[in-house]
C-alpha cells in the first residue's frame, strides 16, 4: 500500500465578526461562538476536532493577534496542541494567510485548508471528498476546492460552474467558471440549470504549486510574506508576522488570486451539510424548528409565529403574530430584522457606525491579549463583571480616588498585590480594595482564573 503524502491543515481563524452581530463583534467573532443549533463546540473547535483523529500534521492556525490567547485555549480544551499558532497584525485575506502557512511547510506537504467559521454536519462525507481532494492533488498536480449542490437560490455564496468529471478519479471535475456572489434572478437560473456549486472556500493544494501559481499571478503576496516571516518573532506555539512587511501584502482572496486564473483548479462536489454560518438566517435554516417551524434559542418565546428566529441571551423575549422574522437579543443590543434581509447585518453594522454608535465593536465580552472581561451588569452605583485572566499574565490598575472593589475567585489561583501587600487567593476566597490604592492581579497557575469584580 503506497504511502500517504504529508497532510498539513491550516485553519483561518480570521474575520471580521460583523454578520452575526449583535452576539458576534470584531473582538468576538464568530469562529469563538458555540452555536447551540450546531454543537456545544466553538466553530473552531469543531473546524480542529474534524482533522484531530487523523493521521495528519498537527495544524497551522492562523489568528488575529488579538484573539491569541483564547484561540489558544479553545485548542487546549480539546487538547489540541497545534504545529503553531500564526499571529496577522492585521487581516489580509486568504491568499496571504495560506502563503504564510506554505512558506512554513515543506514543499511537497499537501495543505488542507478550512476557515474555522464554518459548519459541517456530515463528518464522513467530508473525509470521503478530503480523501478524492488529495489523490487529485498527488496524482494530477490539481488545485483543488470543495462546492457544495446548492439547496436554494442563495445570494450569499460564490458559485462554481463545473464541467466535465474524471474516469480516473470518480467524484472529481474539472472547473469551468467562478463566480461572484450573484442577485437573486441569476442564483434562480443557476438552480433551474444546474451544473452549479455553492462555493465551500475549502481548498487542498502542495505548498509548492499553491506559491508557483501565487508567484504567478500576485508575485506582490509572496515577496511580502517572506519578508513577514524573515522578521517573525517566536514565543512559544505563538509566531509573531512582523507588523510593517505583513503590512504591505495586498488583501486577495485565494479565489481572485489564484482559482480565476490557474488552469490546474479541480472541484470536489460533496453534500455535507455544509455552510459558513454566514447570516442569522443560516442558523434558522440549520436550527430545530418547532411545529410552527420557529427556532428558538435561550430565554425566548414564539406565539402565534412563523418561520421565525429567536435568539435571547438573557432577557426574557416574546414574539407574537410575526412571521419570517428574526429578533436577536442581547444585554448589549437587539436587532430585529426580516428573515430575508438577514445578510445585510454586516451593512447594519456599517450604519450603526457611521451614525456614530459604537455598541457594535464595544460589546459588553471583550477578548484582549490577558484574558476575557464580561460586563454582567452595570448601572450609576456599581458594576459587576467577569474577569478570565491567561496563566501568568498579570493586570495593574491604578489607583481609584472614588471606587471600592471585591474580587471573588471562582476557580483558579491569584496572587494579589494591594498597595505594599501581597498574598494569594484561591477558589472562594475574595478580598477588598478599597479607594486610593493600587492594585495588581495575577494568574499565577497552570489553569485560566475565573474572578468576579464587584465595584461600586
Known sequence: MPQLPLIQPVIL????????????????????????VTSQYSLLQQTALRIAEKEFS????????????VVAEHLRAIALKPSCIVLEPEGRNTAPAVA????LTLPEVVLLVMPSDHVILYKDRFDTAVAKAVAAVVQHGRIVTFGVPPRQPETGYGYIRYGAGWTELPGVYEVEQFVEKPDLTTAQQFLTEGGYLWNSGLFAFRASHYL?????????????????????????????????????????????????HTKHAAVVPVDMGWSDVGS?????EIGQKDSEENVLHGNSLAISSHRSYVHSDKTFTVVFGVTDLIVVVTSDACLVIPREQSQNVGKVVDLIVQKGYHSSHLPSKKINTLGVYNTCRKNRSFRVKEIVLHPKEKISFKEHQYLAEYWIIIHGTASVS????????????STKIPPGIPHTLENNGQELLHIVDIQL
Open 212 to 260: 508557483e501559481e501565487l508567484d504567478r499571478f500576485q508575485p506582490g503576496i509572496t515577496t511580502a510574506c517572506r519578508a513577514a516571516l524573515q522578521d517573525m518573532s517566536r514565543d512559544c506555539e505563538f509566531y509573531h508576522l512582523s507588523y510593517q512587511p505583513f503590512r504591505a501584502v495586498p488583501s486577495v482572496s485565494i479565489d481572485h488570486a489564484i482559482m480565476q
Open 418 to 429: 494591594r498597595g505594599p501587600k501581597t498574598f494569594g487567593l484561591s477558589t472562594g476566597h
Open 280 to 284: 442569522w438566517s443560516t442558523l434558522w
Open 100 to 103: 504564510i502557512a506554505a512558506l
Open 58 to 69: 498537527p495544524p497551522i492556525v492562523l489568528c488575529n493577534e488579538v484573539h491569541r490567547f
Open 13 to 36: 481563524s480570521g474575520g471580521a465578526g460583523t454578520r452575526l452581530w449583535p452576539v458576534s463583534c470584531r473582538h468576538f467573532p464568530k469562529q469563538l461562538m458555540a452555536l447551540p
